[in-house]
């Protein structure tokens, strides 16, 4: 099965692409669930931070990468890594305008009634 997929957002993206391309090899490593994935590969802080009500409250964050060897091994293991060096000889078209157009559309009256 070919899966094209652009990891950017970072731990949970990795994981739900492992996840679904080969969950096995989430148990083989021992990081099945996300909470034992993110503590074996993902460092936390905890600081105080002010919420929208102007509390105070202690936050827990990702803040560092560990183990990343043995992550990138685990992704390598199940995922064909193309690198942007490795398309240097790919002709990709021209964006149009020479740059990113940003596209404003309408929200639909179905979203405007879902509640956030």
């Excluded at 692409?17 to 969950?23: A, L, N, Q, T």
């Excluded at 936390?44 to 827990?60: F, H, K, S, V």
């Excluded at 990709?92 to 405007?112: E, L, Q, Y």
């Amino acid at each position: 099965m070919a899966v094209l997929a652009q990891i950017v957002n970072g731990l949970s993206e990795l994981w739900s692409m492992i996840r679904y391309i080969s969950p096995e090899t989430l148990e083989d490593y021992g990081v099945e669930t996300f909470d034992k994935f993110t503590s074996t590969f993902c460092g936390t802080e905890t600081a105080l931070e002010i919420d929208a009500a102007g509390r105070l409250r202690m936050i827990c964050r990702f803040s560092r990468y560990m183990n990343v060897t043995e992550l990138s091994k685990m992704f390598q293991s199940v995922a064909d890594v193309i690198l942007e060096e490795d398309l240097a000889d790919v002709e990709r078209p021209n964006i149009k305008d020479g740059s990113p157009t940003h596209v404003a559309i309408p929200r639909s009256p179905v979203i405007s009634r879902l509640k956030t």
